[in-house]
């Protein structure tokens, strides 16, 4: 079982270096399966608008809702997740790697994607998911201390989906 996860300060951050290591994993011929996030700005809104791409090609779905500038709370529109967890379901069998661009709230009660990694890992498909801070403790009983931590390094977290891969890419 291959599980590893980064965890980087800031807003966004783990998005955007997940989806910096999907590219560069996609352009090494390795076939992914899971989801990044892109995170869009808005001059009309202090939050930004939350897009999801199941991989390894889309489609592109926005999993926040817009419930005005004032709003508290969760964000989260469950049913585009539920339509992006589809899309995971049906790439995951030909995939050599399963990234997951946040282990949140809906993993850590057992839904959204924690099923995937569950059959993922079952597989034998190594798993790479971004967690943050808030998160982290769920995770870690998720894992059951078999999680490997990897730095905010790209060419390491590469290096370990490369030597984890299902298949070797060219």
Not at 69 to 84: H, S
Not at 149 to 161: F, N, R
């Amino acid at each position: 079982m291959h599980l590893a996860y980064v965890s980087l300060p800031g807003r966004g951050a783990n998005d955007r270096f997940l989806a910096v290591i999907a590219e560069r994993l996609q352009s090494k011929g390795v076939r992914l399966s899971g989801t990044v996030q892109s995170n869009v700005e808005r001059a009309d809104r202090a939050r930004c608008d939350m897009d999801i791409l199941v991989l390894p090609d889309g489609p592109i779905l926005r999993i926040s809702e817009d419930r005005g500038d004032l709003a508290r709370g969760c964000r989260l529109d469950a049913g585009a997740l539920e339509a992006a967890v589809l899309g995971v379901t049906r790439s995951l069998p030909g995939a050599d790697l399963l990234i997951v661009n946040k282990y949140g709230k809906q993993e850590a009660e057992g839904r959204g994607l924690a099923p995937i990694i569950a059959d993922a890992l079952e597989r034998g498909i190594p798993v790479l998911l971004g967690v943050n801070g808030l998160n982290l403790p769920s995770f870690e009983e998720f894992a059951g201390g078999l999680a490997a931590a990897l730095p905010a390094e790209e060419d390491a977290v590469l290096g370990w989906c490369l030597t984890h891969c299902t298949r070797a890419a060219a």
